[in-house]
C-alpha cells in the first residue's frame, strides 16, 4: 500500500484513489493568523512528531498541496499576508512532510514527491509558487542524498495542472492534453518513479507536464 | 556610467565582495546590514576603490527595514539601477537532516533569504523600472542538487532560483532584468568549515575542475558586477554559476 501524506483536498484525494494508497494529512498548518513570525507552525511541529513514529512503507507519496492554488497575481501587487499564505505556509507544510516521509519510508523503499510547479514559459503571476516547486526539488533531491545508503530512492514529479490559466503563452504545448489530470499523467509518472523499474533512478524530477518544460 | 546599487548582507563573504567589484567601477554601493560597524568599514573600502561607498542599516526580513533602506537610497541618490539580494540566515551552515531542523530553525532561513527577496524585490521594483535597473539573487549549487546534511539551506536557494524565473518574466516587459549568481567563494566561513572538517575541503575541491575556491572580490565580484550593469541587457532569467565549474547539473 503506497503512503501518501498529503493535504485532505478533492485534488490531493484524487492521487490517493489512482494510486490506491493510504492518505495521512498534513494539517494546513495557518490558523486564522498569518503572522510573520510562524506562530502557526505549532500544529505542524506537534503532527510532524506524531507522524514520524508511525509504521513504515515502501512506497511513500508527499503531496503537501494548498487548498486552492488561487488566482495568479504579479509579486508587485502581492501583499506580505498573502506572500505568508502562498508562499511560507507551503514550504513549511512540504518541510514537514517530507521530513515525515522520510521517517515512514521503509530501507529499499521510494519516496515521489508530487509538486505543482508551472511550466517556465507560464509562471508569469505564480512567483511564489515556482519558488515553492524548486524548493521542493531541491529538498526531493536532498532526501536522495541524506537517505540514500539505506537504499530509499528520492524523486519529484512536478504538475502545472491547477497552475495553468489559459490561455498560455505560445507556441502551443506538444501534447494537446496539457495540463493532464491528476488520475492520469501525474500518477502515471509517480508510478513509474516507484516500480522496481525505476531502482536506478533517485534525485530526478519528473515533469509531468506533456512535455510543456521541454525537459 | 555609474551606477546605485544596494547589496544586502554585504559586512563580509560574497556580499563584500560584490561591494566591492562594483566601487571599483566607480560605482555607488549602498552596503545594506545588520551590522552597522562592519556595514560602515565595507563602505569605507568601497570608496577606497574609487567608488561611493555608503551603509545603511537594514533588516533584511523586516518589511519596514527594508522599505526604509530603500527610501533612504532615493532620498540621497534619486536613483537605483540595480539590487543584490545576499542576505543569509545566520544558520546556513549549521547542519540537519529534514527531519531534525525545527520549524522554528526553518523560519529563520525562509524569512531572510526568501521573504527577504521578496521584500526588496517589492521595495526597489518601482525604482529599478524607472532606471531599466537589475534584481540579482545569491542562490548556489546547493539550490540544484540538494543537499544531506544542508537540506534546509539547498530548499531556500532553490526556491530563490524559482522566484528569479518567474519574476523575469513578470518584469521583462518593463525592462527590469532578474537573474541569479551561484557562485563557490573563500568566505571566511568556508575557510573556516575547511579547517574544521578537512574532508569537507576535500569534497567541496575534489569535484571541481579548477580545485580552488573563488575570490569574492576578484572572480565572483565583477560577474555580479556584470549581471548588474548594461553589458547584460539582455540577460534575464538566467541562473549563473561562479563556481570554476563545480556544480555539475547548472
Sequence with gaps: MTLVIGSDTPAVRELVAALDGELVSVPTGRGDILDAGWSWTGELDAWRTTEADGPRHDAVVVAAWSDEPGDPRPLDETELDTWIARAEVPFARWFAAMGVAAARCADGGAIVAVVEQPAPLDCAGRVAETAIGDAVEALARSLARSEGPRGVRANA???????????????????????????????????????????????????ADCGRSAR | MSRVVLVTGATGGVGRGIALACGSAGWTVWIAARRDIEGAAVAAEVT???????????????????????????????????????????????????????????????????????????????????????????????????????????????????????????????????????????????????????????????????????????????????????????????????????????
Excluded at chain 1, 176 to 186: I, N, Q, R, Y
Excluded at chain 2, 64 to 79: L, N, P
Excluded at chain 2, 212 to 221: P, S, V, Y
Aim: charged fraction near 15%; aromatic fraction near 4%.
Design chain 1, 157 to 207: 514529479v512536478t504538475t502545472p495542472g491547477r497552475l495553468t490559466t489559459p490561455p498560455v503563452v505560445l507556441p502551443p504545448p506538444p501534447l494537446d492534453s496539457f495540463p493532464g489530470t491528476v488520475a492520469l499523467e501525474v500518477a502515471g509518472a509517480v508510478r513509474v518513479l516507484l516500480s522496481p523499474d525505476a531502482v536506478g533512478v533517485t534525485a530526478t524530477v519528473l515533469a
Design chain 2, 48 to 250: 577606497a576603490l574609487g567608488g561611493h561607498g555608503r551603509f545603511v542599516h537594514c533588516e533584511a526580513s523586516d518589511p519596514t527595514s527594508v522599505r526604509e533602506a530603500v527610501a533612504g537610497v532615493i532620498a540621497c541618490d534619486g536613483a537605483l539601477h540595480g539590487v543584490v539580494a545576499n542576505a543569509t540566515s545566520g544558520l546556513s551552515p549549521r547542519p540537519g537532516a529534514v527531519g531534525e531542523v525545527s520549524l522554528a530553525d526553518l523560519h529563520d532561513h525562509v524569512a531572510v533569504s526568501l521573504r527577504g527577496t521578496y521584500l526588496l524585490a517589492v521595495e526597489a521594483g518601482p525604482h529599478l523600472g524607472a532606471t531599466g535597473g537589475a534584481l540579482l539573487v545569491l542562490t548556489s549549487e546547493a539550490g540544484f542538487e540538494g543537499k544531506a546534511k544542508l537540506p534546509t539551506y539547498a530548499a531556500v536557494k532553490a526556491a530563490q532560483r524559482g522566484l528569479v524565473r518567474a519574476l523575469a518574466r513578470e518584469w521583462g516587459p518593463a525592462g527590469v532584468r532578474v537573474n541569479a549568481l551561484g557562485p563557490l567563494a573563500a568566505t571566511p566561513a568556508m575557510v573556516e568549515a575547511f579547517e574544521r572538517d578537512p574532508a569537507m575541503a576535500e569534497r567541496v575541491l575534489g569535484r571541481s575542475p579548477m580545485g580552488r575556491l573563488g575570490d569574492a572580490a576578484t572572480e565572483i565580484g565583477p560577474v555580479a558586477r556584470f549581471l548588474l550593469g548594461p553589458d547584460a541587457a539582455f540577460v534575464t532569467g538566467a541562473t549563473v554559476m561562479a563556481d570554476g565549474g563545480s556544480c555539475s547539473i547548472s
